[in-house]
């Protein structure tokens, strides 16, 4: 896949959450955007911004656009980042948006999403923004 460009379509997902339940995309788009960041639980700029992520994405919530936050990383090599661990930063974070799995990092390869946190902004049409 290459990069996504400037009003290039989201690609369609669907993906475990730590909630319990399975989450599509179409499902979790909001009213005005979606904002998908990948992160993961280890990653020392992740832990540097979660507190203001979470609070942008409460505001963002706010005026209609949702946040979605998934982890493509291999918990065997980043025991920090397994499912569990992702249930528990949620927790600890506050998290009031989803937090999914992508544990065969194919939803990370359609998005070339190439670190954490990388986020990728989209209208209400889904289509690229940032």
């Known amino acids: 896949m290459t990069q996504l460009s400037i009003g290039d379509p989201a690609p369609?997902?669907?993906?475990?959450?730590?909630?319990?339940?399975?989450?599509?995309?179409?499902?979790?788009?909001?009213?005005?955007?979606?904002?998908?960041v990948f992160i993961c639980n280890h990653c020392p700029y992740v832990k540097a911004v979660i507190?203001?992520?979470?609070?942008?994405?409460?505001?963002?919530?706010?005026?209609?656009?949702a946040t979605v936050a998934i982890s493509s990383n291999d918990p065997e090599q980043y025991p920090e980042d397994s499912f569990d661990n992702m249930k528990?930063?949620?927790?600890?974070?506050?998290f009031t948006f989803p937090y999914l799995y992508d544990g065969t990092q194919a939803v990370a390869r359609a998005y070339d999403a190439v670190c954490t946190p990388d986020f990728f902004g989209f209208d209400a049409d889904l289509g690229l923004q940032y």
């Open 12 to 36: 369609d997902f669907t993906l475990p959450g730590v909630d319990g339940r399975s989450h599509g995309l179409q499902d979790l788009r909001g009213e005005k955007g979606t904002v998908i």
């Open 51 to 65: 507190d203001r992520l979470v609070s942008e994405a409460r505001a963002l919530e706010e005026i209609g656009v």
């Open 88 to 94: 528990t930063f949620a927790r600890e974070h506050g």
